[in-house]
C-alpha cells in the first residue's frame, strides 16, 4: 500500500480510537477555508497525478478570509471523503468544492468512479462497511472513513449526504453554518 494509504488507515485508527472513549469535541478557531481545503486534498491531489485523473479544487471566491470552525475536523473529513473519491476512481476527474449558498458553506467531493447501487446507498454509513470488498483490497482501508466522517460532520452540525449512481460516479457533501471571523479593530 502507498504512504498516502497507510496515513490514512493510522489516521482511521486513531479516529476509532477517540470515536469510542468519547464524542468527538469541537475546538473553535479562526480558519481560512482555502488553506484548509488545500491541506486536506494534496496528498489525493498526488496521487490523482499518479493515477492520470484530473483534480480539480474549486473554492468560490465568497469564503475566501476567515471563517470561525474546526480545521482538524474539515481537515479530516474532506481527507476521508477526497481519499475514497480517489482510491476508486479509475479515469476521468475527482472534484473537491466549497462554496456559500443560503448562509451556509458547502462542501463537495465529486468523482467518475464506479458509483453505488441505490441499495448499496443506505449502507454505506455502517461501521466498517465496504462496497466492493475486492475494490476496498485493491486500494486498501478499513470501511471505517465514511462513518468517521459522517460523526465528525454531526459534531459540526452538518449531515454528510451523498448522491450516487452506478456508471455515473458519487457526490458526498454536507454544509455548515460557518460564521465570518471579525477581527476587533485595536484602537
Known amino acids: 500500500a502507498s504512504d498516502v494509504y497507510k496515513r490514512q488507515i493510522i489516521d482511521d485508527i486513531f479516529d476509532i480510537a477517540s470515536a469510542g472513549v468519547s464524542d468527538l469535541q469541537l475546538n473553535l478557531a479562526p480558519l481560512d477555508i482555502r488553506a484548509m481545503v488545500e491541506r486536506a ?3 489525493n491531489a498526488n496521487q490523482c497525478l499518479d493515477k492520470g485523473i484530473a483534480f480539480i479544487v474549486d473554492i468560490d471566491p465568497a469564503v475566501d478570509g476567515e471563517w470561525v470552525g474546526d480545521a482538524n475536523h474539515l481537515q479530516r473529513t474532506l481527507s476521508i471523503l477526497t481519499n475514497n473519491a480517489v482510491k476508486f476512481t479509475e479515469s476521468g476527474e475527482v472534484r473537491v468544492e466549497a462554496r456559500l449558498a443560503d448562509g451556509r458553506i458547502i462542501f463537495s467531493v465529486t468523482d467518475t468512479g464506479p458509483g453505488i447501487s441505490e ?3 443506505s449502507e454505506i454509513f455502517g461501521v466498517f462497511t465496504q ?15 465514511l462513518a468517521i466522517a459522517q460523526k465528525r460532520v454531526a459534531t459540526m452540525g452538518g449531515d ?9 460516479g458519487s457526490v458526498f457533501s454536507f454544509s ?3 460564521e465570518p ?6 484602537s
Open 41 to 43: 486534498v494534496i496528498n
Open 119 to 121: 441499495e448499496r446507498l
Open 131 to 145: 462496497v466492493d470488498a475486492s475494490a476496498s483490497r485493491r486500494a486498501g482501508g478499513l470501511g471505517r472513513g
Open 160 to 168: 454528510l449526504q451523498v448522491v450516487s449512481q452506478p456508471g455515473h
Open 176 to 178: 455548515l453554518a460557518l
Open 181 to 186: 471571523h471579525r477581527r476587533v479593530a485595536e
